[in-house]
Structure formats: structure tokens, C-alpha cells
């Protein structure tokens, strides 16, 4: 029996935390994930992304998302897609000429997914958005760790990922 996602293509475009988890768990079930990576791009983390966790499963191309070739080729990707999936801060994807207005009108039927720390709008929506941080502010951290100490940075990333990858995917 295929699995549930069989036949499902999906363009993420290569971020931190929330985004990649989702397309890691697409991919786990089945989906068709093409990462999107930025050229001579370097990751914050010092893993090879070979065997980065949150690539599991997904394909990998490098395109200059800053360059009028490289967008018009993340839209004839997305021309083949069922869903984009980002998470990067608002107004990024629109200055790259790739925001939901743009990609939609091209191709209605796309599922544009995004993820950002503080949602589109709002007092904190260019703030950098990072699981410590959400957790803080909503009293989750202060449940965390020995009473009367300062709370520990968990081990585990609640937010970004129970929070934000599951909820997108």
C-alpha cells in the first residue's frame, strides 16, 4: 500500500525549525519534497546536510532566489507542485517576487504554507521568532526545570516543532 502522501509534490523553500521539520514529516509520509536551498548558502548548524536530521527523505536543489532566473524557476517548480512551504519572516517571500499573491495567480491550486515566528501582522511580526522565545511568553518555560531555579533552554524544541512544523503539516 502506498503511503498517504504518494504522489504529492511539495517545494520547500530551505529555512530553520518549523519549515523543515514540516517537510521532513511530509516526506516521512510519503510526500515528494524538493528543498529549495539558497546558493552558497551555509548552515548556522555544524552539520554536513547530508546527514541533517530535518533533510530526511526530501531532494535538494540550489537556486538564486535573489536573481529574476532563480524566481521564475521556483515558479515553473511550483507550476508542478501541490504545496509550497516556507518560513521566512513577512514580507521576505514578496520582495523575492514569490509571495501568496504572485505564486496563487499563477497557479491557483497551489496550498501556500507559511510559517513565521509572529504571524504576518501584529507588534511582533518582524521579530525573529525561536522556540525560546515562544515559550517564554507564553509561561511555558516557567513549568520547565526545578521550582525556584531559572528555567533550562529545553532539550527539545516544544515550540518550533510541536508548535509550529506539526501545525503547518
Same mark, same amino acid.
Given at each position: ?21 514540516? =517537510? ?23 552539520? !554536513? ?29 511550483? #507550476?508542478? #507542485? ?13 520582495r523575492l517576487g514569490l509571495g501568496p !499573491? ?14 513565521? =515566528? ?8 518582524? #521579530? ?7 515559550? $517564554?511568553l507564553s509561561g511555558v518555560l516557567s513549568g520547565i526545570g526545578v521550582p =525556584? ?9 516544544? $515550540?518550533?516543532?510541536? =508548535? ?6
Open positions: 500500500m502506498p503511503p498517504p502522501l504518494h504522489g504529492v509534490k511539495v517545494i520547500e523553500l530551505a529555512g530553520i525549525g518549523p519549515a523543515p521539520f514540516c =517537510g521532513m514529516l511530509l516526506a516521512d509520509l510519503g510526500a515528494d519534497v524538493l528543498r529549495v536551498d539558497r546558493v552558497g548558502a551555509t548552515s548556522d548548524l555544524s552539520i !554536513d546536510p547530508r546527514f541533517d536530521l530535518m533533510n530526511r527523505g526530501k531532494r535538494s536543489v540550489a537556486i538564486d532566489l535573489k536573481s529574476e532566473e532563480g524566481t521564475a524557476l521556483v515558479l515553473a517548480l511550483c #507550476a508542478r #507542485a501541490d504545496a509550497l512551504i516556507e518560513g521566512f519572516r513577512p514580507g521576505v517571500m514578496e !499573491d504572485v505564486v496563487r495567480s499563477r497557479h491557483p491550486r497551489l496550498v501556500y504554507g507559511r510559517m513565521t =515566528g509572529f504571524g504576518q501582522s501584529g507588534p511582533l511580526s518582524q #521579530a525573529a521568532g525561536h522556540d525560546l522565545n515562544y515559550l $517564554a =525556584g531555579a531559572p528555567p533550562p533552554p529545553p532539550l527539545n524544541v516544544i $515550540a518550533d516543532m510541536g =508548535g509550529g512544523g506539526m501545525v503547518l503539516a
